[in-house]
Structures are given as structure tokens and as C-alpha cells.
């Protein structure tokens, strides 16, 4: 795969972060809204601050299990961003694990 086949990873943490950020907007279900927050929070520490592929594929890895975790949100819109957020998320440990050369 070629540099402009995919955005560049910040980028693709940025969107993760925005995902995640938009469903704090959303009327979801208290259940839900404690593993989204935690979710949105480390995905916006790693869209602000640089760390190595290893640090962001194992706290991408948290947002997914986050994610997992989170269960009904009890809002379309709010699904909708999270199944976006969980989309991205997996594209990024996969490509990263790639890069490594390790399978996933």
C-alpha cells in the first residue's frame, strides 16, 4: 500500500478522536456513556500527543475493547459514531501490527 492510499495515522487518530468526541453529544445510555468517555479520552490524548506505534496500537487497542464493552448507547446517531470510530480503530492496529510484521 502506497503513502496516498490512507490518510496519514495522526490523521486517522484525529477522526478516531472526533468519532468518539460526537457521541458526547448524544442523549446515550448512562451504561454506555462511562466506557464511551473513557474511550473519547485516551483517543484524544493520542491525537494530541506524538507516541510510538507500539503506545498507540496498545491504547487503540483499549478503545476498542472500550468500545466492545460499551453496549447499547441507545441512540442511532450515537451507534453510527461509534461503529465509525470502532471501524478506524481496527484499520489502525491492523496497519500497524503490518508495519511490524506481525498478523493479527
Do not use: C, N, W
Amino acid at each position: 500500500m502506497s503513502d496516498g492510499d490512507e490518510p496519514a495515522v495522526g490523521d486517522r487518530l484525529d477522526a478516531l478522536h472526533e468519532q468518539l468526541a460526537a457521541t458526547a453529544e448524544r442523549p446515550v445510555a448512562r451504561a454506555a456513556s462511562a466506557h464511551l468517555g473513557e474511550a473519547e479520552a485516551v483517543a484524544r490524548d493520542l491525537a494530541e500527543r506524538p507516541a510510538d506505534p507500539d503506545t498507540v496500537r496498545e491504547r487503540v487497542g483499549h478503545v476498542v475493547r472500550l468500545l466492545r464493552e460499551a453496549g447499547d448507547t441507545e441512540d442511532e446517531r450515537a451507534d453510527e459514531h461509534v461503529a465509525a470510530a470502532l471501524e478506524l480503530a481496527e484499520g489502525l492496529i491492523a496497519e500497524l501490527a503490518d508495519s511490524d510484521g506481525e498478523s493479527t
